[in-house]
């Protein structure tokens, strides 16, 4: 973990517990190991700069979610200006769960769906949140939710469907 100035041990305990369920939201979100690492990495950084104020709210765990789904707003709205390497500086991690996600296929079909429609679709069906919790997390009404979560399915649906009738 980063230093970020915190000399609170919950912080470092709320990291340590989190940080699977985290890192496979950001990866989720980002499609890419390197990038959610970083993701994960800024999200609780920042968090660990304001832990004293957030830890004494009910849902420190959304607050870092609303952080990633917001630093990744920003991400989509500016330029890439980053080169990529071919050797990453570090192995990446390593999380059973995530690789059932993306040895099932399914990762490439949730990739082709816009941002929030991802996001809703993860937080709903990976990590099992409600409408009203979802759309608190994202900043979004319940409504929106619903109707993301709809259209995400149909074209998850559909691009199986187009796959078996291409695939025999």
């Given at each position: 973990?980063?230093?970020?100035?915190?000399?609170d041990?919950?912080?470092?305990?709320?990291?340590?517990?989190?940080?699977?369920?985290?890192?496979?939201?950001?990866?989720?979100?980002?499609?890419?190991?390197?990038?959610?690492?970083?993701?994960?990495?800024?999200?609780?950084?920042?968090?660990?700069?304001?832990?004293?104020?957030?830890?004494?709210?009910?849902?420190?765990?959304?607050?870092?979610?609303?952080?990633?789904?917001?630093?990744?707003?920003?991400?989509?709205?500016?330029?890439?200006?980053?080169?990529?390497?071919?050797?990453?500086?570090?192995?990446?991690?390593?999380?059973?769960?995530?690789?059932?996600?993306?040895?099932?296929?399914?990762?490439?079909?949730?990739?082709?769906?816009?941002?929030?429609?991802?996001?809703?679709?993860?937080?709903?069906?990976?990590?099992?949140?409600?409408?009203?919790e979802?759309?608190?997390?994202?900043?979004?009404?319940?409504?929106?939710v619903?109707?993301?979560?709809?259209?995400?399915?149909?074209?998850?649906?559909?691009?199986?469907?187009?796959?078996?009738?291409?695939?025999g």
């Amino acid at each position: 973990m980063p230093e970020v100035g915190v000399d609170d041990p919950t912080f470092e305990r709320f990291a340590e517990q989190r940080l699977p369920a985290l890192y496979r939201y950001a990866m989720v979100l980002t499609q890419n190991r390197h990038d959610a690492e970083d993701l994960v990495q800024e999200a609780l950084t920042r968090t660990g700069l304001r832990w004293k104020a957030i830890r004494r709210k009910d849902d420190p765990e959304g607050y870092v979610r609303t952080a990633m789904v917001r630093i990744m707003a920003n991400r989509w709205r500016r330029p890439k200006r980053e080169v990529s390497v071919p050797d990453p500086p570090e192995p990446a991690t390593q999380d059973a769960g995530l690789e059932r996600l993306l040895d099932d296929g399914l990762r490439a079909r949730i990739a082709e769906l816009p941002p929030r429609m991802r996001a809703v679709l993860v937080l709903r069906y990976v990590e099992e949140r409600g409408d009203e919790e979802i759309a608190r997390l994202l900043g979004c009404s319940r409504g929106t939710v619903k109707s993301q979560a709809s259209r995400g399915l149909a074209r998850l649906r559909e691009a199986v469907k187009t796959e078996e009738i291409e695939h025999g």
